[in-house]
Nanobody, 115 residues
Framework: QVQLVESGGGLVQPGGSLRLSCAASGSIFSIYAMGWYRQAPGKQRELVAAITSGGSTNYADSVKGRFTISRDNAKNTVYLQMNSLKPEDTAVYYC?????????WGQGTQVTVSS
């Protein structure tokens, strides 16, 4: 079992920045990739960024150049640094841990970009 807890969401003005954190606990040795997803009202959940255990990353086209995913293995934590935020980035952001058996999700954290 893997437990994931997100934090760092909130209200920010357009052009602002936020950093989301996802702390993992439990059978973290089984995780081979971590990802951030988001779901806006009335829309499907979509991948924002992902990072593998080897450090490879990939990003949705809509966030390339603005968001950065990183990990601190000593803290078992994955981060999503979000810069130049836009109103269309407003969503609930979820952390996902992928293992060979199951995918695990956090509870989500709300990000609202509004003036």
């Amino acid at each position: 079992q893997v437990q994931l807890v997100e934090s760092g969401g909130g209200l920010v003005q357009p052009g602002g920045s936020l950093r989301l954190s996802c702390a993992a606990s439990g059978s973290i040795f089984s995780i081979y990739a971590m990802g951030w997803y988001r779901q806006a009202p009335g829309k499907q959940r979509e991948l924002v960024a992902a990072i593998t255990s080897g450090g490879s990353t990939n990003y949705a086209d809509s966030v390339k150049g603005r968001f950065t995913i990183s990990r601190d293995n000593a803290k078992n934590t994955v981060y999503l640094q979000m810069n130049s935020l836009k109103p269309e980035d407003t969503a609930v952001y979820y952390c996902k841990g992928a293992t060979m058996g199951d995918d695990y999700w956090g509870q989500g954290t709300q990000v609202t970009v509004s003036s």
